[in-house]
C-alpha cells in the first residue's frame, strides 16, 4: 500500500476547473482552456506523499524551472505562458503558479543518466545493463559513465513506481521517430545542464524530463518541471567519490530518516509513514534553497 498519507481536498477558484492532485502539483483548466499549474510544499519519499510540508519547497522548484527553461531556450521550447497569478487564487499560490499550453503528452518518463546510481545500479549489478544498455565491468555507485545514456521509463499512477524500460520498447509504442527525438533531446538538454551545473560545483548525476507535442504546429515542448531537486539527483562534486552513495542536494536527508530507527517505520508494513520531526524539515529545506542559490547565483527571498 502507498500513495497519499491523507490527500489534501482541492482548492477551489472561481473559474478554474480542478483537474488532478499529484504527487507535489496540482493541476487546473481556466476559462481559456489554458493549464495552471500549482506546485505544493508536499514531499513524497518511498512512494508515499508524506504528511509533512517542506516550507517553500514548491516556489523552490517553480523558480528554478524557470530559471533552466531560459538556460534551455535555444534546445527546446517549454510549456509556460505566463507566471501570473490567476484572478480570485489565494495569495499563496504566488511564486508557485505557472500558465501552461495545453500539450499532448508523451507517456515516457525521459531520463539521462551520467553517473550509475539508483534503479540503474540496480539493474547494472544483476545485468550489468540499464534499460539494455550494456555498460563496462568495475563500475560501483556513483561511477561516471563512459557517456551519458537515455534510460525511459513508463510513467506510472500515484503510489507506485515508474517502470524502467528499453529504448525500443519506446519506439514500439511512440514511434520510431518520436522515439529518436526524444532521446536527442533529452541527451541535449542533460549535456547543456551538466555543464553549467559543474561550473558551479554540482555533479548532475541524473534527471529526468516529460515532454508533450504542441497540437498547433507539432513541436515537442518540454512540460512539467525540470532539472529541480525533485526530478534530478544533484550531488557537490568536491565531495563526489565513488563506491557508496553521494551526499546530495534533494529529499534524500528525509529517506534517510524515514528508513533509520529513529522514525520508527516500517517501510514493507501497511502503515503509512510518520510525520516528520522539525530538524529534518528544516534541513530538507536547507537542501533545497542551497540547490537553487549555488545553480542559480541568485539569493533566495
Not at 567519490?241 to 534524500?252: L, N, R, T, W, Y
Request: aromatic share 8%; proline share 8%.
Amino acid at each position: 500500500m502507498s500513495g497519499f498519507v491523507e490527500k489534501p481536498e482541492p482548492v477551489e477558484v472561481p473559474g478554474l476547473v480542478h483537474l488532478h492532485t499529484g504527487k507535489v502539483r496540482d493541476l487546473y483548466r481556466d476559462e481559456d482552456g489554458r493549464l495552471v499549474m500549482v506546485a505544493s510544499d508536499r514531499l513524497s519519499a518511498f512512494d508515499w506523499v508524506l504528511p509533512t510540508e517542506i516550507p517553500d519547497k514548491g516556489r523552490v522548484l517553480t523558480q528554478l524551472s524557470l530559471w533552466w527553461f531560459d538556460q534551455l531556450a535555444d534546445l527546446v521550447p517549454n510549456h509556460v505562458l505566463s507566471t501570473d497569478l490567476p484572478a480570485g487564487a489565494p495569495a499563496d499560490w504566488a511564486g508557485r503558479t505557472l500558465i501552461c499550453r495545453n500539450l499532448d503528452m508523451v507517456p515516457v518518463e525521459c531520463v539521462a543518466r551520467g553517473y550509475l546510481t539508483g534503479s540503474g545500479l540496480a539493474e547494472y549489478r544483476q545485468t550489468r545493463t540499464v534499460c539494455g544498455l550494456a555498460l563496462p565491468e568495475g563500475l560501483v555507485d556513483g561511477s561516471e559513465l563512459p557517456a551519458p545514456i537515455f534510460t525511459p521509463a513508463a510513467k506510472a499512477a500515484v503510489g507506485e513506481h515508474d517502470e524502467n524500460v528499453s529504448y525500443e520498447e519506446v519506439a514500439r509504442t511512440q514511434g520510431a521517430e518520436t522515439a529518436a527525438l526524444l532521446r536527442q533531446t533529452t541527451l541535449a538538454v542533460y549535456g547543456r545542464a551538466r555543464d553549467i551545473a559543474r561550473e558551479r560545483g554540482i555533479i548532475l548525476a541524473d534527471t529526468k524530463f516529460e515532454f508533450g507535442f504542441d497540437p498547433e504546429d507539432g513541436s515537442l515542448v518540454a512540460a512539467d518541471e525540470v532539472l529541480t531537486p525533485d526530478s534530478s539527483r544533484f550531488w557537490p562534486a568536491d565531495l563526489w567519490e565513488p563506491g557508496h552513495a553521494q551526499p546530495s542536494f534533494d529529499k534524500q536527508y528525509v529517506r534517510d530518516w524515514l528508513a533509520s530507527p529513529a522514525s520508527g517505520w516500517d517501510r514493507k508494513g501497511e502503515l503509512p509513514p510518520p510525520a516528520l520531526p522539525q530538524e529534518v524539515v528544516e534541513r530538507t529545506r536547507a537542501k533545497y534553497v542551497e540547490a537553487y542559490e549555488r545553480l542559480t547565483g541568485l539569493p533566495w527571498s
